[in-house]
């Protein structure tokens, strides 16, 4: 049985696997994914950030750290907020439960988005994006992170032990739920178009101002070969969006 996004990490030896998963040394995430986004970011001192998919809440530790004003992390999983929460207890950072499908956000509440690795779960992003663009203030900044649009349209169930050697790209424009093999268990996930990601932004009233496919950069991995094996394909795709200044600002 494939199980949705926050069901998939409330699974106790799903969980498990993934935590030991982030502790490993050159992960995808810390070497790819994360120097991007924070460089889309920016200066977060002064800011005040809302996160969905916030997971285990260390991102929101190392953002308030680096100054940022306040911090609300919003995530699916029970076991992911449990987490976060024991991270940044005595911190000026928030963690809740909700589904990002049915947000409902104070307007003008945030000077910055970001939504890592988590949008590829949700079946339908108007909502999402909408309530992102109304919740953030004149010139705010929403940054999302996904898996490449090469990932989910390439054909994981075919993969076999090991490491991957190949990857075969097929209904790239068949766009809707795949079901994956991962961490022991099988996950929904919704394929999009790069298209799709840029087109949902425009429709909530945002411009995109960067895009980026987490291109490897040396400096961030310990291991030669991983770094030279990082560079055969794309895993991550990074945007940027900005909410347009009022006319009266």
């Not at 054909?155 to 766009?175: C, K, M």
Request: some cysteine.
């Amino acid at each position: 049985m494939s199980l949705e996004g926050p069901s998939f990490y409330d699974d106790a030896t799903i969980f498990q696997n993934y935590m030991k998963r982030r502790e490993r040394t050159d992960t995808p995430n810390d070497t790819l994914e994360l120097p991007v986004v924070e460089e889309l970011l920016g200066n977060v001192v002064g800011q005040d950030i809302l996160d969905l998919g916030c997971g285990d809440g260390r991102f929101g530790l190392n953002l308030l750290k680096a100054g940022a004003s306040s911090y609300r992390g919003i995530d699916g999983s029970e076991n992911m907020v449990r987490v976060a929460q024991a991270n940044l207890a005595g911190t000026a950072g928030t963690v809740s439960k909700g589904a990002l499908e049915e947000l409902r956000l104070p307007p003008e509440a945030f000077s910055r988005v970001c939504a890592r690795l988590v949008l590829h779960y949700l079946q339908d992003l108007t909502h999402t994006f909408r309530a992102v663009s109304e919740s953030l203030r004149s010139d705010g900044l929403f940054v999302f992170s996904v898996e490449h649009p090469v990932i989910t349209s390439s054909d994981i169930a075919a993969q076999e032990s090991g490491l991957r050697q190949n990857w075969t790209v097929d209904g790239y424009f068949n766009t809707g739920p795949r079901v994956t093999n991962w961490m022991g268990g099988k996950v929904v996930k919704h394929h999009r178009t790069v298209e799709d990601y840029f087109v949902a932004a425009q429709i909530a009233g945002l411009v995109v101002e960067g895009l980026r496919e987490a291109r490897p950069r040396r400096e961030h991995f310990t291991d030669e070969e991983l770094y030279n094996r990082r560079k055969r394909i794309p895993l991550f795709l990074v945007v940027a969006a900005r909410k347009p200044p009022r006319a009266d600002a």
